[in-house]
């Protein structure tokens, strides 16, 4: 069967047509960025901070629970505070500081109740004259305990053991002195420490 040959088209014709006039430089760069302009935009990734910021607390309340303590070694004496001498050889621990002056008791530095001449007040205490809580200085250790197991609760290095400094004047009465053991036993802080002065 005799195929009619000039119904194809004519060999040259399927060769893309050839400009006469040389592409300039302005031409090609229009092209390309025509072309970039298709691409779909890369996705930007910034920087996520907030798993950064809950690293930084966490060390904050690590270190803040680590320096806390640590106030009872800077105790100054003066008139109010007489720190009685030892022989001990017992080197200070990290423990809260409950200290007993003449006018008053603090805990970490901060007053708690006042004294008149080393004695608590009746009206502070739980049962009056004859109690041995003493109800300040109970409401304050328990905010300590609570916050301090809340610690040990997120950090298993850091248990809760009770561990107390107390830096009483010389001439702190024993009841009064009873009454504040009392008062820390009642809130899990039993194991004690008395600050004292070493002789050379």
Known sequence: MMTNQSSRPPR???APPVSEQSVSMSHVNRVVRAKLRRRPEPEHFGLNIYPMMDMLTILLVYMMAIFATSSAAAVQESSELRIPYSTSKVELGEAIAVQISRSGVAVDGKPVL???NGIVDPSLKQGGSSGFLITPLYKTLSEIRDRKK???QRFANQPFVGDVQIIADKRTPYR?????IYTLGQTEFKNLRFVVNKKN
Do not use: K, N, W
């Open 12 to 14: 040259d014709s399927l």
């Open 114 to 116: 006042e004294l008149r």
């Open 150 to 152: 809340r610690t040990a």
């Open 176 to 180: 009064t002195l009873s009454e504040v």
